[in-house]
Nanobody
Framework: QVQLVESGGGLVQAGGSLRLSCAASGRTFSNYAMGWFRQAPGKEREFVAAINRSGSSTYYVDSVKGRFTISRDNSKNAVSLQMNCLNPEDTAIYYC??????????????WGQGTQVTVSS
């Protein structure tokens, strides 16, 4: 079992930045790829970014490439998502997840409770 707790969400103006953090506890953190997903009101949960177990590979949805950066620190059991140049379309609840190296929600076994990100225009 892996417990995940996100933090760092909030309200920001368009063009601003936020850094989301996810703290993990439980089973060995480095055994899992980590992903960030988001869900806007009335929409399905969508993939945002993923990082492999060692942190050597990352992958992003096209809409956030060049603006978001995912990173992890296995010594601290933590993963982060640095979000720059935010726009109102980025408004959503953001979730971190642990599982397989994938962009699909069903490949992730463990999920956090989510943190709200709101970008005002």
């Amino acid at each position: 079992q892996v417990q995940l707790v996100e933090s760092g969400g909030g309200l920001v103006q368009a063009g601003g930045s936020l850094r989301l953090s996810c703290a993990a506890s439980g089973r060995t953190f480095s055994n899992y790829a980590m992903g960030w997903f988001r869900q806007a009101p009335g929409k399905e949960r969508e993939f945002v970014a993923a990082i492999n177990r060692s942190g050597s590979s990352t992958y992003y949805v096209d809409s956030v490439k060049g603006r978001f950066t995912i990173s992890r620190d296995n010594s601290k059991n933590a993963v982060s998502l640095q979000m720059n140049c935010l726009n109102p379309e980025d408004t959503a609840i953001y979730y971190c997840a642990a599982g397989a190296w994938s962009t699909k929600t069903y490949d992730y076994l463990y999920w956090g409770q989510g943190t709200q990100v709101t970008v005002s225009s």
